[in-house]
């Protein structure tokens, strides 16, 4: 019996010692992660302050005055929202998807007027005594901007407007709901470093970037197209003419995302200097080229395509660095299924 107690004993101490010799997570990987969460959970929180703003704006628009200032209010309100649902555009294997919420926010491309068909017949049946729906194309922001944008009186917008912005409120608390929680992606990301370490971790990372990037990409080459015949219609915000503002702010948060989210301190900290100094200049470079002003319809005129072209291939080194030349140097393969995008 005493032996029996003896074995029990020394195992027992053998398993707390090996527990305190435990070693300790990879302290650039924990960074990596910490810095990562801390920006998308901030851009969550940007998108549900914006959408709250652009709610209360609805509100006063449609209870109080709809006078020229207030839907100019209105506008800008939607233009903020816009702008910081662009930080989550091309986000893959986050919260975004996995809530179902990827298209919860906006329906692009387009290529049908698929939005301004359906904003239309729900415009119909609301003004015959019909409930607004509360889903769907007709509950996005692109709703929102044909709303604002078209010819319509007050009344007339304000049939929608209040149960689309309501949506899109619900919709960005459920995501940022989804961003804080510590038993979801936080999880995840755990999980990936405890059980792949730093490949399978820095491959969701740059996965996302990938993905964010390609988003970008698509927001410009399908309107570019060819000097002959190029396709402004095919712009993600060109009933607004604000495409090329759009542009800007993803291109700005995805360099954010590269900055603050972890990527760059993970890569000074492991002594890439050089690769981290290749994507600094590739960022400032596709910045510096993109053209000036709001409308990419604009740009896309004759006499201003060149600058468009230039930035493209600004764009396109950013991409290399980005997609091929970074994951190489870090001894990573993307494959397909992280750079497909959208």
């Not at 195992?11 to 997570?25: M, R, Y």
């Not at 690769?275 to 910045?287: I, N, W």
Request: proline residues 4%; neutral net charge; hydrophobic residues 35%.
């Amino acid at each position: 019996m005493k032996i029996s107690c003896l074995v029990t004993l020394l195992a027992t101490v053998g398993t707390l010692s090996a527990c305190q010799h435990q070693p300790h997570p990879n302290a650039d990987l924990a960074q990596l992660t910490t810095q990562h969460l801390s920006l998308m959970r901030q851009q969550a929180d940007q998108l549900t302050s914006q959408l709250t703003q652009l709610q209360q704006s609805t509100r006063d628009y449609c209870q109080t005055d709809a006078s020229p200032a207030a839907l100019a209010q209105l506008k800008t309100a939607w233009r903020s929202s816009f702008a910081a649902w662009s930080a989550h555009q091309g986000q893959s294997a986050t919260p975004l998807d996995a809530q179902g919420l990827s298209y919860a926010f906006q329906f692009w491309p387009d290529k049908k007027d698929t939005v301004g068909k359906q904003v239309r017949r729900q415009l119909a049946a609301v003004a015959e005594g019909k409930a607004a729906p509360d889903r769907g194309v007709v509950t996005t922001l692109s709703a929102v901007e044909y709303l604002l944008e078209s010819e319509l009186s007050a009344t007339q917008q304000c049939l929608l407007l209040p149960t689309i912005t309501q949506t899109l409120t619900n919709n960005a608390k459920q995501l940022q709901t989804a961003w804080h929680n510590e038993a979801g992606y936080q999880q995840q990301l755990a999980q990936m470093a405890e059980q792949g370490g730093k490949t399978v971790l820095l491959t969701q990372m740059l996965g996302q970037l990938s993905h964010r990037y390609d988003r970008i990409e698509k927001k410009l080459v399908l309107p570019l197209n060819t000097a002959q015949n190029p396709r402004p219609l095919f712009a993600e915000a060109w009933r607004s003419q604000q495409s090329l503002h759009f542009l800007r702010t993803s291109l700005t948060s995805l360099e954010q995302e590269y900055r603050q989210g972890g990527i760059r301190s993970y890569l000074l900290n492991t002594g890439h200097h050089a690769s981290a100094t290749a994507v600094d200049e590739a960022f400032a470079s596709a910045l510096t080229h993109l053209p000036s002003g709001n409308s990419l319809a604009y740009s896309l005129k004759a006499d201003n395509y060149a600058e468009l072209l230039r930035f493209n291939m600004s764009l396109d080194q950013l991409g290399y660095q980005l997609k091929q030349r970074l994951p190489s140097v870090l001894g990573l393969s993307l494959g397909f299924n992280a750079t497909d995008g959208d």
